[in-house]
């Protein structure tokens, strides 16, 4: 008798609240907390550009004084997009009435209301989100102004050697594959706590697409930190000396990863910030020390020797890494169907992680790495990796 088959399988599910990042959704409301890059500073221009970030559409420019907006797109006066608009050196104005708005929604002109209507512009407001510019990024915070916390800063972007410099890149490094990524964004951030895939996938399944110790499986310990979880894996490596290697995932959806090509040792080069644009798509912001323009383009892995937009579908199949692996489990993978086991130890700690920070901004509180003074913004993270004397038998 055939058991196990798939008939009369039931439809599966996932978890709501871990994933679905809306307006008044839990895991929405705890990401709101928190700052998230929005666009390169160049992103924001003259020309007004559309931007979608948990699930928002907003209307990114930056006016003729140089200073960055970010708005709804429906004009408060009679709801046509301000994507159409003209960017003046005070604000934005509107294409359909001449409706002016400065970078935090005041109305500051009513052209067809001079005279005794122009006094009531001060009651209309444009619904405006706050920024800040920060490592060649444009930061935006999406969550209540009472709870509004400060940008944080990190020190391997902030201590910087002769010769460093912060480059930023919009392009999904980290991700695999193109830019925006068609799935949600918790398959990919927890992936940064799988290290198990990495001699699988990205070593013995796909080809060696880092360096050949990257292939050995490592010995991993797991690590819940006041900020995330931290994973310590070490490998052998070359002279019988140990390679050790400490990424961490930091709320609230940095992934701090060393370059698995290991082309040196010491901190952590970069910064990926991981951002939902809505359930079902996510791209990935870094910063990064370089010494050289373009030099964070580096850090981007190959498949068979290729870069990702260079395969051809054939090679798609034959040498699939994270894109493939993470967008192959659906929209939003789905969590009853899931069978964890021991190798999954990363994984299930930071779901638990998760739940406890939702249930803190539930009650009222303040979640991880949420700080309101520059001193307590200013983050030092433990990634990185390097060569250890083996201990001896």
Known sequence: MDTGTA???????YRRELTEV???????????????????????????????VLGEDLIAFRDGRGRPGLVHPRCAHRGTTLYYGKVEDRGIRCCYHGWLWDVEGHCLEQPCEEGAGAKHRDKVRQPWYPV???????????????????????????ELAPGEFIEA????????????IPCNWLQHWENVVDPYHVPVLHGSFSGAQFVAQMGAVPKVKFEVTPRGVKVESLRPAEGGKLHRRVTEVVMPTLRVVPNPRVAKYGRVESIGWVLPIDDTN???YVAGRVTEKGELSSFRS?????FWWELTEDEHRRYPGDYEAQTGQGPITL????????SDAGV????????????LVAAGGDPACVAFNDKDAYVRLEAGQELLEASPA
Do not use: N
Request: charge should be positive; include cysteine.
């Open 169 to 180: 890149d919009d392009s999904s490094i980290g991700g695999g594959g193109p830019p925006l």
């Open 335 to 342: 969590h009853s169907e899931e069978h964890l086991s021991g």
């Open 132 to 158: 800040e510019e920060r490592y060649g990024l444009v930061f935006a915070y999406l969550g209540p102004a009472a709870k509004k916390p400060v940008l944080p800063r990190y020190d391997c972007l902030e």
């Open 7 to 13: 008939y009369g399988r039931q439809p599966g599910s």
């Open 348 to 359: 299930a700690r930071l779901r638990r992680f998760l739940e406890q920070q939702l249930k």
């Open 282 to 284: 996510f791209r990935i």
């Open 22 to 52: 809306g307006a008044g959704t839990p895991m929405g409301e705890l990401l709101r907390r928190y700052w998230h890059p929005v666009g390169l500073l160049s992103d924001f221009s003259s020309t007004p550009s559309k931007v979608k």
């Open 302 to 306: 190959k498949m068979a020797g290729k």
